[in-house]
């Protein structure tokens, strides 16, 4: 008699536990006092099989508990064969917990946000994107040319959509299309926060980056490393490679370096900004590792913020003919990340140096505070 109240109340759960492994809870916590906006959050992919064993990659869909509505996500691989982590686009005000379902079902279409391509027809630039902003960095092609340049470009836009593809393919993209263009000048200088060495007081720049990888390709985060040949960094032999990922929403691509040099001790770099002649504003907080700038105005062309966040130790910030610095030590073969990037007054968002300022300080809290995921 026990046996069989047993077995019928085996198959009363039998339900719901079919139910629980066709399923999985995620709650997304914001214990600070910052409203996160379009935040892209990365989940284990290991942690949601283990809670939803039979999920199916191509059919299941991420549903915001509250609104019943479709949030959009995308498997990050980080250039590895099997899924690493699931990112989910979400906004979760101050001091709240988002909670969302990850279930079966058809997923909508997701808008592609980000983008990063090599652009061997243009001299083997490496460009890259989101909805906001977008940059490139110079290839081996152009050495040796009146081309060449050291740091990262900015190409500002106006419009969500991708453009990298339809610039190239005109052509004429230091003139603004409709869509924004490329007025920034590098040249050798570090750029918008590119990073080197900084052996004896000098910058010891690296040549341009010889190989490439694509590690993850949007929608919502693109992910891709740059290979650079070893040089000789003020009688110190160093090699780098650089792995940059840009979030759909953000102004700033999150970098990190991974430095192998021979000697043991800390190594001395800078990240640096080129500064204009005329008159903009300059913002060094060494405390919290921000370097901000606004740039002056170039007539019709509207005005680009620039701007850096160290997540390591700040020696020394300064400014000099050329450039805004910021000086940081690197272990041998062991990764520094950091966070640059830019905007412009025409987009419409940031169209000020208080605002670029604010925006800079707020990044560098949200850093500081990151959100906290369960999987249940």
């Given at each position: 008699m026990k046996n069989t109240k047993r077995i019928s109340l085996f198959f009363l759960l039998l339900p719901l536990i079919l139910l629980s492994q066709n399923k999985a809870t995620i709650e997304i916590q914001n214990d600070s006092d910052l409203e996160r906006s379009e935040a892209i959050v990365a989940v284990k992919w290991e942690t949601v099989l283990s809670h939803f064993p039979q999920i199916d990659t191509l059919n299941f869909v991420v549903i915001n508990a509250a609104t019943k509505k479709q949030i959009p996500y995308q498997l990050e691989h980080k250039g590895l064969p099997g899924i690493q982590n699931l990112l989910v686009q979400v906004s979760v005000k101050a001091k709240t917990t988002l909670r969302v379902f990850v279930q079966k079902g058809k997923p909508n279409d997701v808008e592609v946000k980000t983008y990063a391509r090599f652009v061997p027809e243009r001299k083997d630039d490496f460009a890259w994107e989101n909805d906001k902003i977008a940059f490139r960095t110079y290839g081996k092609a152009i050495?040796?040319?009146?081309?060449?340049?050291?740091?990262?470009?900015?190409?500002?836009?106006r419009t969500d959509k991708m453009v990298i593809n339809e610039r190239y393919k005109i052509g004429n993209y230091h003139k603004d299309n409709g869509n924004g263009m490329d007025y920034y000048h590098v040249g050798h200088t570090l750029g918008a926060g590119n990073m080197a060495p900084y052996i004896k007081d000098t910058i010891r720049y690296s040549a341009n980056y010889h190989q490439w990888k694509v590690l993850d390709n949007g929608p919502l985060r693109s992910t891709f490393q740059l290979i650079y040949d070893a040089w000789n960094a003020g009688g110190i032999k160093v090699k780098v490679v650089k792995t940059i990922s840009l979030d759909a929403g953000s102004q700033l691509s999150r970098v990190e370096n991974v430095y192998t040099f021979e000697d043991n001790k800390l190594?001395?770099?800078?990240?640096?900004?080129?500064?204009?002649?005329?008159?903009?504003?300059?913002?060094?907080?060494?405390?919290r590792g921000i370097l901000g700038y606004w740039e002056p105005t170039v007539k019709e062309d509207g005005t680009t913020g620039v701007g850096?966040?160290?997540?390591?130790?700040?020696?020394?910030?300064?400014?000099?003919?050329?450039?805004?610095?910021?000086?940081?030590e690197v272990k041998n073969n062991e990764p520094i990340v950091y966070y640059t990037g830019a905007s412009w007054d025409k987009a419409g968002k940031i169209t000020n140096s208080v605002q670029w300022l604010d925006y800079l300080n707020h990044f560098s809290q949200e850093l500081k505070n990151p959100m906290l995921v369960s999987v249940k």
């Amino acid at each position: 008699m026990k046996n069989t109240k047993r077995i019928s109340l085996f198959f009363l759960l039998l339900p719901l536990i079919l139910l629980s492994q066709n399923k999985a809870t995620i709650e997304i916590q914001n214990d600070s006092d910052l409203e996160r906006s379009e935040a892209i959050v990365a989940v284990k992919w290991e942690t949601v099989l283990s809670h939803f064993p039979q999920i199916d990659t191509l059919n299941f869909v991420v549903i915001n508990a509250a609104t019943k509505k479709q949030i959009p996500y995308q498997l990050e691989h980080k250039g590895l064969p099997g899924i690493q982590n699931l990112l989910v686009q979400v906004s979760v005000k101050a001091k709240t917990t988002l909670r969302v379902f990850v279930q079966k079902g058809k997923p909508n279409d997701v808008e592609v946000k980000t983008y990063a391509r090599f652009v061997p027809e243009r001299k083997d630039d490496f460009a890259w994107e989101n909805d906001k902003i977008a940059f490139r960095t110079y290839g081996k092609a152009i050495e040796n040319t009146n081309e060449d340049a050291y740091g990262f470009d900015v190409w500002v836009k106006r419009t969500d959509k991708m453009v990298i593809n339809e610039r190239y393919k005109i052509g004429n993209y230091h003139k603004d299309n409709g869509n924004g263009m490329d007025y920034y000048h590098v040249g050798h200088t570090l750029g918008a926060g590119n990073m080197a060495p900084y052996i004896k007081d000098t910058i010891r720049y690296s040549a341009n980056y010889h190989q490439w990888k694509v590690l993850d390709n949007g929608p919502l985060r693109s992910t891709f490393q740059l290979i650079y040949d070893a040089w000789n960094a003020g009688g110190i032999k160093v090699k780098v490679v650089k792995t940059i990922s840009l979030d759909a929403g953000s102004q700033l691509s999150r970098v990190e370096n991974v430095y192998t040099f021979e000697d043991n001790k800390l190594m001395p770099v800078v990240v640096g900004i080129i500064k204009r002649p005329e008159q903009g504003v300059i913002s060094l907080d060494e405390k919290r590792g921000i370097l901000g700038y606004w740039e002056p105005t170039v007539k019709e062309d509207g005005t680009t913020g620039v701007g850096s966040i160290l997540t390591t130790p700040v020696k020394n910030m300064f400014v000099n003919n050329e450039q805004i610095l910021a000086v940081t030590e690197v272990k041998n073969n062991e990764p520094i990340v950091y966070y640059t990037g830019a905007s412009w007054d025409k987009a419409g968002k940031i169209t000020n140096s208080v605002q670029w300022l604010d925006y800079l300080n707020h990044f560098s809290q949200e850093l500081k505070n990151p959100m906290l995921v369960s999987v249940k």
